[in-house]
């Protein structure tokens, strides 16, 4: 008997990996309050900064944040054949992975392959489960490991669970030590959610948008108006242009529309009643160039036309009525998935400006994750990050909140990972990476402070603190 055939990405290693999601970490957090920094006026700080493995800390937050964290974003190792860090790695030897392969001819690009797999499954889902209902999962990978992640990634979460795909361009000029190929001048961001029926549609601050990225996003070509209901703008007409759409297919959706100018009344009638009514002018459906068939239809019922009538702009044109829609959220904008602008350089400019220059090696922009989470997530959002790397997130999260008066909340996770030997990071005294996302957050926070007069303790003035620039330190140790 053969083994049934199904569709789905598999590698020696997969089971053993997945088993450990499940295992109980044999460790506790155990505070730092020494290592800490306050929260308003004092007080212990929301935000918190976890050391040590991620996949023993993600188990450990379990039953304190199950299905709370409303955005994950994570910028794991990518895999560019280097060695992992993590005490869970399935790194197989050459002898193991071709037992359980019987792969000879690609046993290098293989194990490489299955050892970074084995290393994210588990965290991935265990990171599921502290998904709220409506969060996602923002990961960001390069081409080395993104077709896989996507496999990977729509197991762990479900079909239809990416909704989200962005193409961020990292380095417009492009790496001219690719080797093989074009000069790559991008990365991917793939987003997957809990349950994708109940993610919306992301929309970013439209001037925050062309200020950061304004060869995608561009000036409005339209003018804000103002009614009895507050500002608006004009864009779409309310018939479907989309011909399939007809009195055929869409019976229900093709009727007239009859306006009184005066007294702003609507009324609609079916499309074959010929009846008039003093006053009103009426709006039939474009004509459909579709053989055998006469209308377009309408994009709204007719309930939702009588109803919400106040969101319709009607205009006669040339003799004829049109009827536009409202779009009231006039600050907002559809957030795409292209990223040009916020770059690797920004990134590393960002952190030279707090007097971290070169001390680490690929930090994201701040700017970068900013646009993500304030465009995806709500102003009262538990952000969670468990590649911490140089706490970009915590300071985006943080400089949001200065922004916005958002109350925001991050947990980072970032293993005590040892700096390379007379590296720029040991040079300025930072032992390991988690020492270095936590003396940025400090400096980011000092500069927050300045910007909003809003320090520790107390304003100058006297007033309260609203703003959380602090964090809660707390450590992965043994069990006793």
Same mark, same amino acid.
């Given at each position: ?12 290693g ?16 155990v ?8 929260? /308003? ?26 299905e ?8 794991? /190792? ?19 992975y ?16 299955s ?19 409506s ?23 479900g ?41 919306g ?12 990225? /304004? ?9 804000v ?7 608006y ?25 009859h ?6 009344r609507?009324?609609?009638?079916d ?15 474009h004509p ?16 939702r ?81 468990f ?5 970009t997130?915590?300071?985006a ?41 936590r ?11 300045a ?15 609203a ?7 707390q ?6």
């Amino acid at each position: 008997m053969t083994q049934e055939e199904h569709y789905g990405l598999t590698w020696p290693g997969k089971a053993a990996a997945a088993a450990s999601a499940r295992t109980c970490a044999d460790a506790v957090l155990v505070d730092v309050p020494e290592e800490s920094e306050p929260g /308003p006026d004092g007080a212990p700080s929301a935000h918190l900064f976890v050391e040590g493995d991620n996949l023993d800390a993600l188990k450990l937050l379990t039953p304190h944040l199950a299905e709370s964290v409303d955005l994950a974003y994570i910028d794991p /190792p990518y895999n560019t054949g280097s060695d992992f860090v993590y005490d869970d790695s399935y790194a197989l030897t050459r002898r193991q992975y071709r037992a359980m392969s019987g792969d000879r001819a690609s046993e290098e690009e293989g194990r490489r392959h299955s050892a970074w797999l084995s290393m994210m499954l588990p965290r991935l889902m265990v990171a599921r489960n502290l998904l709220a209902p409506s969060g996602v999962l923002l990961i960001s990978v390069d081409h080395n490991e993104v077709a896989q992640l996507r496999l990977v990634g729509t197991e762990v979460f479900g079909p239809g669970s990416l909704v989200g795909d962005f193409t961020w361009v990292s380095n417009l000029k492009g790496r001219q030590i690719s080797g093989v190929g074009p000069a790559r001048t991008h990365e991917s961001i793939l987003c997957f959610a809990r349950d994708p029926a109940r993610v919306g549609r992301f929309t970013g601050d439209a001037a925050e948008l062309r200020r950061i990225m /304004p060869a995608v996003y561009k000036s409005p070509s339209y003018t804000v108006e103002h009614d009895a209901r507050g500002p608006y703008v004009r864009k779409n007409e309310l018939h479907n242009t989309n011909s399939r759409f007809n009195e055929v297919t869409a019976p229900t959706m093709v009727y007239r529309i009859h306006y009184q100018a005066e007294t702003g009344r609507v009324r609609v009638s079916d499309i074959d009643d010929p009846t008039t009514f003093p006053g009103f002018v009426t709006a039939m459906p474009h004509p459909n160039a579709r053989e055998g068939i006469s209308w377009h239809a309408w994009r709204w019922s007719r309930s939702r036309v009588l109803a919400d009538h106040e969101d319709l702009d009607f205009r006669v044109v040339d003799g004829r009525l049109r009827i536009w829609t409202k779009v009231r959220d006039v600050a907002g904008t559809a957030l795409k998935d292209l990223v040009i602008g916020p770059s690797t350089s920004t990134g590393k400019a960002e952190l030279q400006e707090l007097g971290l220059k070169e001390v680490f090696e690929t930090p994201k922009p701040r700017v970068l994750l900013e646009t993500l989470v304030g465009s995806i997530a709500p102003k009262n959002a538990l952000v969670l990050d468990f590649f911490a790397g140089s706490g970009t997130t915590g300071a985006a999260v943080m400089a949001l909140n200065a922004r916005d008066g958002g109350t925001r909340r991050f947990v980072l996770v970032q293993r005590a990972e040892a700096v390379a030997a007379g590296s720029h990071a040991e040079r300025a005294g930072f032992a390991d990476v988690a020492a270095i996302a936590r003396e940025r957050l400090r400096r980011d926070a000092e500069c927050l402070s300045a910007a909003t007069g809003q320090g520790a303790g107390r304003r100058a003035d006297g007033a309260s603190r609203a703003l959380d620039l602090g964090f809660r330190l707390q450590r992965v140790a043994p069990r006793a």
